[in-house]
């Protein structure tokens, strides 16, 4: 039996890359779209770990069909905003479902934003939109739901800001779990579930889950010092705040991460989170601990 040929749109994004390695460890062959502008760095680093290449513009139906003939199942790793999200998403499904691809993976890697209303955060509404797209195609597609990225804990947001030494927390919820995921482990499990031809629709992953509380206790083990917890309002009243400031600053429309955008995140960190979780579909993943990632 041959190995699976799996697409990763998106291959030199930091993710993309790292879906390309799990898949190559689990013996899968993998082909990667790449644009002419793409970084020959990153090029060089694909090619040396076996991926095959396959320039491609994401604009032309067409070099997609090209680009998905023969595969099993597409990743997509795409960042960006609806231009990426809804339209280049759009023509890669089509070109998927035109060579009869049996197995699509958007580019969700997110909290759950199917339960965060419209409005409420931007780049969680262009993958909404897409799915629009997604769930009427005859085409079987898997999104893998992973909270927010481990490094986050690392940016020095409210949430968790070092520099400040303050731990935020809204509406009470000192002690609501917030889901956190690494790079890697989200990578790891994309690949399983690229090569999973029973998948699920929605599959919730996260390496660990803390409240703000829990921080306050890591950040005296692990810090050096017990961080302050600030009691930062209502969610209603974050809400309202996000929203002022979207209005405010149209110019963050045309920005991945504008400020309110980031803004919006925490919202929704605080808004929905995991009631349980698909980790152990998979066996052999080792799950990054809250400690290794502040």
Not at 28 to 39: D, G, K, L, M, Y
Not at 108 to 129: A, C, K, V, Y
Not at 146 to 151: K, Q, R, S, V
Not at 220 to 247: C, V
């Amino acid at each position: 039996m041959m190995n699976k040929l799996i697409l990763v749109v998106g291959a030199t994004g930091n993710l993309g890359q790292k879906i390309c390695r799990e898949l190559i460890k689990n013996n899968a062959n993998v082909r990667a779209v790449i644009r002419e502008e793409s970084s020959n760095e990153k090029v060089d680093i694909l090619k040396k770990m076996g991926v095959e290449l396959f320039k491609c513009d994401l604009s032309n139906e067409q070099e997609l069909i090209k680009a998905c003939t023969g595969v099993s199942c597409v990743v997509s790793a795409l960042a960006g905003l609806s231009n990426i999200i809804v339209e280049a998403q759009t023509k890669l499904l089509n070109a998927a479902i035109a060579v009869g691809v049996k197995h699509f993976i958007p580019s969700d890697f997110s909290s759950d934003f199917t339960h965060i209303p419209e409005g409420e955060n931007r780049n969680f509404d262009l993958r909404r939109e897409f799915h629009v797209y997604l769930d009427q195609s005859p085409i079987k597609a898997t999104s893998i739901l992973n909270g927010a990225f481990a490094d986050i804990l690392r940016y020095n947001t409210p949430l968790f800001n070092v520099p400040e030494k303050t731990i935020a927390y809204y509406d009470g919820k000192q002690d609501w779990k917030i889901d956190f995921t690494t790079m890697d482990n989200t990578a790891a499990y994309t690949a399983l579930a690229a090569l999973d031809e029973t998948a699920p629709r929605y599959l919730k992953i996260a390496s660990f889950s803390v409240s703000s509380n829990e921080l306050v206790s890591l950040s005296k083990e692990h810090k050096g010092a017990e961080f302050k917890l600030i009691d930062m309002g209502t969610m209603e009243g974050f809400s309202a705040y996000n929203k002022t400031q979207r209005a405010a600053n149209p110019a963050g429309e045309n920005e991945l991460y504008s400020k309110w955008q980031q803004s919006q995140y925490l919202y929704s960190m605080f808004f929905t989170h995991h009631e349980s979780l698909d980790n152990d579909r998979y066996k052999g993943l080792n799950w990054s601990p809250v400690e290794e990632n502040i």
